[in-house]
């Protein structure tokens, strides 16, 4: 066990449409779902724990599948186990129950549509598979050559099956797709089943065990943040090492932010990868308490978002995405009269960026007023020297140090990564009677939040020269951002008279984000601009571990565009090296 710290189990959802409404055909979403996760346990205790099934199996009662209580040596052998499981569904599921049981340790990927259609567009690794597909006569189309082949193409080397369904023509299909299948006897009303093992292709490296190492984050932004958290579910000790006095210091200190997509009337990678971390930040949002203000209003405003948002509405987008709204409409949602069409995000959100840093980083030990002087590389650790005389020595090392990358990057001995430096001003503007009302984020080539506390987040100016300066000529450069009717709110504010904040960004030229593994235990989250509130939780839970779980057209998200790649000619962040998987 101490050696198999995560486990990937997948389930496709084989059910067709019958008219039996209980037991194994039942249409009930519930009920299917109940019964994938119980065998999904199943199968994972037997790989993980080499259980025999009655220890993990859910039981039918009452039309519904519960949790056995599992005995003190089950539930001592699964502490150091982390589930990533993808369920294929095609309706409504039930899931509390099992994500509450496992306590944070379970990554649930679920995949809409039939097994047939998601499978060629899947891309993941799966330890083990439970096959609960029928029996050829009744399911024809799911035990084909190709679907098995895909079952084969998702399977890592030793990875194992199991199904119920033990036809021949099944052991066939699976035989021919690469599995060496066995029938065996089955449990409870099943006679037989199958089981099945992808053979291991030559000799396959084992990473050693990283449960409980040490792994220092240097940034305690919203990036490091983020990596704790997500190393924090795998059973690592994050350390996050910060210059200044506080987490949430530069950058990622602002009063409030907004979370929201960059979209691209193309969907090219960039705008890919946006909306797939924004569905994940908001939601880590919601969970931390840090969300504020829902959802986002995008303003037909200036021109050149018009004409964006235009073709936008020639497209066809997911309303939970982004949808038109008008007029009243804006009014109901904003509680402002606004008289230019917009763009809804209702995954948008105002965000407290403080609140969330501190759920993301809670229980992590955290390092603050440390300066990196220089770095040594001894055996398989970093050596880190202070510039107050302190030395922290760790295995692996996430740098995650936001306007101060390149500093970090020449200290630790990477070279060829451009990464750009700016700055940006917001501006705390005082709430007016008439602009109290606002109630959600507006964005318009800058953005606005609703007035916290009787200040408005105004921002923000874009410094391709970089200062510190807070300064009038910013706050009259962002109340210039609003459009006319909005500014009007603000006439009367006299922009000698409010205060404001100036932080430091990173960006590439590209404007796409880096993040992966730099060197053998050296990894990089970072250049994430003026949207790290959006890429930052997903990028940092990926980099500690999560599998690429992205249809395969989209992959090549997992990889920020092959920026690591292409600058440092070493490898992609999903290319493990030397049989090392993310940072466990």
């Known amino acids: 066990l101490v050696r198999l710290c995560r486990v990937s189990v997948a389930i496709p959802h084989f059910y067709r449409e019958t008219s039996s409404e209980t037991g194994y055909g ?15 346990r199943c199968v994972a205790g037997i790989l993980a ?90 399911n024809p189309d799911f035990w084909s050559p190709d679907l098995c082949g895909h079952i084969a193409r998702l399977t890592r080397a030793g990875g194992s099956l199991a199904s119920f369904t033990a036809a021949s023509a099944v052991r066939r299909g699976l035989q021919a ?36 190492q040490k792994v220092a984050i240097l940034g305690g932004g919203i990036a490091g943040a983020a990596v704790a958290a997500g190393l924090q579910r795998r059973g690592m000790a994050p350390v996050i090492i910060e210059a200044g006095d506080r987490l949430a210091n530069c950058a990622s200190g602002n009063r409030y932010a907004l979370q929201s997509p960059r979209l691209a009337v193309d969907h090219n990678i960039a705008s890919r990868l946006s909306a797939n971390c924004l569905v994940f930040a908001t939601r880590s949002a919601d969970d931390a308490g840090a969300s504020v203000a829902t959802p986002g209003i995008a303003l037909d405003h200036p021109e050149r978002e018009a004409t964006r948002h235009a073709k936008f509405r020639r497209q066809h987008w997911p309303d939970s995405l982004v949808r038109t709204v008008t007029g009243e409409g804006i009014e109901a949602v904003s509680g402002l009269a606004v008289d230019i069409a917009a763009m809804q995000h209702d995954y948008g959100r105002v965000i407290s960026p403080k609140r969330f840093v501190d759920s993301l980083a809670n229980h992590a030990e955290v390092i603050t007023d440390f300066s990196v002087a220089n770095v040594a590389r001894e055996q398989d650790a970093f050596l880190i020297h202070g510039a107050d005389g302190r030395s922290l020595r760790f ?33 705390h503007i005082p709430a007016t009677t008439s602009s109290e009302t606002l109630r959600c984020g507006l964005s ?29 000529e910013g ?49 990089v989250i970072g250049a994430l601009g003026a949207r790290g509130f959006t890429f930052a939780p997903l990028l940092g839970a990926r980099l500690t ?3 690429a779980m992205l249809h395969e057209q989209n992959a090549h998200l997992g990889r920020a565009n092959h920026l690591l790649a292409r600058w440092c000619g070493r490898y992609s962040p999903w290319t493990a090296p030397d049989g090392v998987d993310g940072l466990i």
């Open 475 to 523: 706050h009259t450069h962002n109340l210039r951002l609003l459009p006319e009717s909005l500014r009007q709110l603000f006439a009367d504010t006299d922009v000698t008279e409010i205060n404001g904040r100036t932080a430091r960004r990173a960006s590439t030229p590209d404007r796409n984000p880096i993040w992966g593994q730099l060197d053998n235990g050296l990894f």
């Open 49 to 138: 724990l080499n259980r025999q099934p009655q220890d993990l199996i859910l039981n039918h009662a009452e039309e519904r599948w519960e949790i056995s209580p599992p005995s003190r040596d089950t539930t001592t052998r699964l502490a150091g186990v982390v589930i990533d499981l993808h369920v294929f569904v095609n309706g409504d599921h039930y899931l509390k129950e099992v994500i509450d049981h496992f306590e944070g340790r379970l990554t649930l990927h679920l995949l809409y549509g039939m097994a047939e259609t998601m499978l060629a567009k899947s891309v993941f690794s799966a330890d083990c598979w439970f096959l609960d597909g029928f029996s050829p006569a009744r």
């Open 395 to 427: 295995g692996a090392v996430v740098l995650a140090a936001g306007a101060s990358m390149n500093e970090m990057l020449t200290q630790f001995g990477v070279q060829g990564v451009p990464i750009d430096i700016t700055s940006g001003q917001v501006s």
């Open 545 to 547: 571990g999560v599998p």
């Open 177 to 212: 797709a690469g599995f060496v299948v066995e029938k065996r006897s089955g449990y409870g009303r099943k006679r037989e089943m199958i089981v099945g093992q992808k053979p291991l292709s030559g000799k396959v490296a084992t990473a050693p065990s990283r449960i409980g």
């Open 444 to 472: 318009f080539g800058g953005y606005l939040t609703p007035a916290i506390d009787g200040m408005h987040e105004l921002g923000a100016t874009f410094e391709r020269e970089p200062n510190d300066a807070v300064t009038s």
């Open 26 to 40: 039942s249409t009930r979403a519930g009920t299917r779902m109940a019964r994938q996760l119980a065998l999904a």
